[in-house]
């Protein structure tokens, strides 16, 4: 059953704290994003990566770090520089840099 | 900001009337996609048109791309309750590795 998975679907992060979001994919695609979407907004790109080893930071990169150590997953850690973090975050994969996206299901995140 | 727009930001129609939802975006393009999205969902992968195709059907969906304005049209007829939806469409500019998203329509069909 291929697809693209997020986890959590909810996560509550405290004042000064890390949090980081799963984003695991078994279609075989080299390209990876993260995205943040605010109420009744568009997207917002973070990060992408087009290979293993490698990513670039898209619009809104402060205050958030990823890696990709392995084609399957791409993590995103928001950290405590990231001042408003409250928003929902989509990860989507793809065939190739600037094809057709496939997205997660998406992670709310929410500041206590 | 490469980020296009969609035009309208939300459109309330009766079920069984045709919904067109329009995209403008700034730069060149090799194609452009059309994507839903659900509440509270990931977006979903409609229909993509490239840059020498004028005019492109799938089912109820029909997507228009005027290159010369710069702007592409969605067309959804015979809408239904379950179109009920955020549709956003997506350029990837030529030479991009990535995708530019517009800041969707929210279409509202009622039963």
């Known amino acids: 059953d291929g697809g693209i998975t997020q986890s959590p679907k909810y996560l509550f992060r405290k004042e000064g704290q890390n949090v980081t979001l799963s984003c695991e994919q078994n279609l075989n695609h080299d390209a990876m994003y993260w995205y943040r979407q605010d109420p009744g907004q568009g997207l917002r790109l973070i990060y992408y990566s087009q290979i293993v080893n490698d990513f670039q930071k898209g619009d809104i990169a402060e205050g958030y770090s990823v890696s990709r150590e392995k084609k399957e997953s791409f993590p995103l850690t928001v950290t405590s520089a990231q001042k408003n973090p409250t928003a929902f975050y989509l990860c989507a994969s793809s065939p190739r840099p600037g094809g057709t996206q496939y997205f997660g299901p998406g992670t709310r995140l929410l500041v206590l | 900001s490469q980020q296009g727009e969609e035009d309208p930001q939300a459109l309330s129609i009766q079920e069984g009337e045709n919904a067109t939802m329009n995209c403008s975006y700034k730069?060149?393009?090799?194609?452009l996609q059309w994507y839903r999205q659900n509440s509270g969902r990931g977006l979903v992968h409609l229909i993509l048109?490239?840059?020498?195709?004028r005019e492109k059907h799938s089912g109820r969906l029909r997507v228009t791309l005027d290159t010369s304005k710069k702007s592409s049209s969605l067309l959804i007829t015979a809408s239904r309750a379950a179109d009920t939806a955020s549709y956003f469409c997506?350029?990837?500019?030529?030479?991009?590795?990535?995708?530019?998203f517009g800041t969707g329509t929210r279409l509202t069909v009622i039963p």
């Open positions: 997506a350029t990837d500019g030529t030479g991009a590795n990535n995708l530019f």
């Open positions: 048109i490239r840059s020498n195709e």
């Open positions: 730069t060149s393009i090799n194609n």
